[in-house]
Nanobody, 123 residues
Framework: QVQLVESGGGLVQAGGSLRLSCAASGRTFSNYAMGWFRQAPGKGREFVAR????????RYADSVKGRFTISRDNARNTVYLQMNSLKPEDTAVYYCAAGASIYYLEVGQPDYWGQGTQVTVSS
């Protein structure tokens, strides 16, 4: 089992920045690709970004490319999502996810989910 706990969400004005963290415990963190997803009110959960187990490969949704950066610290068992130039449409609950398979992680079928952290961007 892997337990994932997100933190860092909050209320920010448009154009501002936030950094989300996801702390993992349990099985070997460095064996898992990690990702971030989000779910806005009344919408389905969508892929935001992912990083490979080694940290050498990243991928982003087109809607956040150039504004968000995913990174990981395997020594601290933590994955981060730096969010810059935030827009009101980024408002959502953000979920951390861990997957042994990058493919299944990206399509929203990871092995583990966190509980989520709320991000609200005001205009």
């Amino acid at each position: 089992q892997v337990q994932l706990v997100e933190s860092g969400g909050g209320l920010v004005q448009a154009g501002g920045s936030l950094r989300l963290s996801c702390a993992a415990s349990g099985r070997t963190f460095s064996n898992y690709a990690m990702g971030w997803f989000r779910q806005a009110p009344g919408k389905g959960r969508e892929f935001v970004a992912r990083i490979s187990a080694s940290g050498l490969s990243t991928r982003y949704a087109d809607s956040v490319k150039g504004r968000f950066t995913i990174s990981r610290d395997n020594a601290r068992n933590t994955v981060y999502l730096q969010m810059n130039s935030l827009k009101p449409e980024d408002t959502a609950v953000y979920y951390c996810a861990a997957g042994a398979s990058i493919y299944y992680l990206e399509v929203g079928q990871p092995d583990y989910w966190g509980q989520g952290t709320q991000v609200t961007v005001s205009s």
